[in-house]
């Protein structure tokens, strides 16, 4: 009898063990495949390649590089210019005074407006922090559900996904209005934060992602008698890490730079972008503060960009449509 | 006769021919089994129904209406609003040409650019990938900084293209970039493709990494000569599912230019010149209220946006096989 008890927590050893095992080999192979990826070329044997082509592919990309670049730099350029430079003719394409008076000429243009530009601040980062957590975390467990789960309705659930990718929120923003207006969200947080949760680009690139993790890896999970929360958060989620930084970016992105100017008209409820777009109201006088707000939009998102580009680069490694 | 008999014990329960009833009773039995999935589906589709299936799926029986925000409920007109669109409504029938012009420029045009920018990129130095992928896509990344745009495009010397043209000798006086019809539509389309690197371009660098090299290196031994001929028989079929994203995010970047012209050339522009469907759009729905009208409108685009995915879709299916 005693023997009997002993044997099914000796099996539950046992599939922990195989667990743990699969997990360190996907992990390895994880990290095998980005070795690869980052590798360098030198070593392949691939036709026409030389020196002088790597030349010519670098000087054509540098110089369409520089055209892209130079909006941003102009940007850059105009915000540290004082004002008697920002009126010279021919414009020039340097400052030879740099000041910081632009900037603080935003925060008193800011704060002479009904409410303190803090408050815009603090409207921000509340409404880009709560959108992206919550996306976040929701994309996640319907991604993992939607890829891994059979029942009644996820091919059909995810085939609208993929068709919902064609309707991001500009092209359904009035009628988006008229459901809001309608559920009395307008003029609250919710009307800037609710819509931004359900972007379907990040339950996509998860539902694609968590696809590639094996299946016998989660069967093995269950077996165990995790229940299908635990998997998602303890099993899934850590091998899926790109994925999750990736949408964390995309959202955080979007987050910020979304403009809901007409969804809420109390001043103490708007966003950076609104009071931005304001201010540049005022013209071509303003061009110093609104170069200078412009590059303070910009630094949160390509910060992050920057800090966690091979992760973006995995996880759209996934991201094809396979039918 | 046997052999059928036999067939069907094989089949599964999911698979075998049902009768209405039994097949309820196993998909019910079969929800209720996994009604965790459904829990933890809950919370996104929720706000998923809410915010884009829902509006999707009004626009069109809001198009059938005369709404205005203020008069409930709406009042019914039939296909008024699709009668007027297409038969009175001359700046909606210029709106259509524009926005093709929009997507054939910006959409075929920046796919097959984002598409060799991703190859070209592909060809460098680990350190230079990073940094010129990081580049082409900081423009989408960077928000709405139109402005310095219209800094470059100013139709006075302040302009800093005006202003090298003239420094160039090129032209002897300023020329109104943005406010004559004869170049709006140029100016909108270069800034609407230098924003247009977006998640795109990114699913299509990321292809081109994880193309395994091996591939190459057989195609080198079968006879492939040059680098086009790998472009087209090896890299091109591997990258099929990145292909078809960046596709879609596409056509949507390619129907939906709007707030660029807007922002670029105002509000209205210059005999329309860079007035799209969206645009006419935002036209109807946010300055004249007109919501029915404008759902209408909103309506034709999504069939429109609809239609190209599928035909898209197809396109590269087949290229593929």
Known sequence: ??????KPSQIAAQIEAENAAALEALRKRREKEHRKMEKSKGTNKQVGKSWKNDIGIFLFLTFLGLFMLLPIYIAVVTSIKPVNEIFIMPPRLYAMDPTFDNFKDLFIVANNSWVPFSRNVFNSIFVTVTATVLHVLFACTAGFVLAKCRFPGAKAINKIVVIALLFNSQVTYI?????MAKLGMINTYSA??????ASSMGLYLMIQSVSTIPDA????????????MRICWGIVMPNSKPAVMTIIIFQFQAAWNSNGGSLVYDEALKTIPTVVQQIAAAGIARQGAIAASAVVLMIPPLAIFIAAQSNVMETMAHAGMKD | MAAETQKKEILLPNERKMSFKERWGYTWHEMKRNKMCYIMLAPFMIFFLVFTIIPVCL?????????DMAHFPPKFVGFQNFYTMFLEDDVFIGAIRTTLIFAIFTGPLSYVLSFFLAWLINELHPVLKTVFTLIFYAPSMAGNIYFVWQLIFSGDTYGYLNAALTELGITTSAIQWLTDANYVLVCVIIVQLWVSMGA??????AGFQGIDKAMYEAGAIEGISNRWQELIFITIPSMGPQLMFAAVMQIVSAFTVDIV???LAGFPSTDYKVHTIMTHAFDYGWIRYEMGYSSAICFVLFLAMLICNNLIGKLLGKYMN
């Open chain 1, 192 to 197: 800037l934060i609710l819509p931004l949760i």
């Open chain 1, 175 to 179: 009628m988006q209005y008229i459901v």
């Open chain 1, 1 to 6: 009898m005693a023997k009997k008890e002993l």
């Open chain 2, 261 to 263: 012209g807007r922002s």
């Open chain 2, 59 to 67: 626009a069109l029986p809001i198009g059938f209406t005369d709404f």
């Open chain 1, 217 to 228: 890896m989660i069967e093995a999970a269950k077996v165990d008698g995790a229940n299908l």
């Open chain 2, 200 to 205: 795109g371009f990114l699913a299509m660098r």
